[in-house]
């Protein structure tokens, strides 16, 4: 179990390189569809499982994290991570635009992030740990979003989104990796069991889907150790790039 876990993380880690590499496998269950020119936001399903994990991390007073809430105090934590991958899956880009821009129609929605240094899309995401009864074990952090293009879905251009000019192109995904800041739940202390990870994207609606034919909300099934146990202790770098 532990060598799994151990290898996941070392391919993750090299997959940035190769973050332009078309993802044929998910494509082919969400094809693009006439949308009437809208978005159609969804979350790869394969991604969010395959790399999901639970970990302890340090954090220190100070740390961004805490600043920001991604995490409910200093101390070891116990996070449970994963890739959100946001696909867009619709016939029309995603376009948001420059946060900085007063007469962005989306300005209202923007936040500086206190740790990734940049606007993110507030409330784009709700992460929770629910337990079996649909009741909340842990509340995620409302982790927000810069979105932009890094992961091919179809063969469609991108038109070349970043954190500056934010977008998703049609047939194109965003991809949150578990090693970016507040990428995770905090669950330390919650005990062991059996629970749902529940994953909604574009969760406070801002953004128009049409007919919005795939789901915004992704749930897992995962067994949480006991807190006594003990976990892989993850030091390396936090991502604070997108
Ligand atoms: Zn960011």
Known sequence: MKRTLVLAVTIAALLPALALAQRTAVS???PAYNNHGRPDLTIDPKRF???????DRLFQQGDC?????????????????FDTVVMNMGD?????????????PYARWF???????HYHIRGFSNYQLLKLDRSIAAQGH???FCL???LKYSNNDSHGYTCRSQGISSGWGDWYFKQLSGQWIDITGVPEGDYIVHNEINAAGTFAEGANRYPNVLEVRIHVPDPRNKVTIDT???????
Do not use: W
């Open 236 to 242: 390396s770098p936090l991502n604070y790039d997108h």
């Open 28 to 30: 082919g269950d969400f």
């Open 65 to 81: 994290e805490l600043v920001e809430g991604s995490v409910g105090g200093a101390g070891y934590r116990r996070l449970l991570r």
């Open 142 to 144: 409302k982790q927000a």
């Open 148 to 150: 932009e293009d890094l």
């Open 111 to 117: 936040e500086f992030s206190p740790c990734h240094r």
């Open 49 to 55: 499982e395959s790399q999901m994990e639970i970990v």
């Open 92 to 104: 029309g880009d995603l376009v948001v635009g420059d946060p900085t821009d007063p007469s962005n």
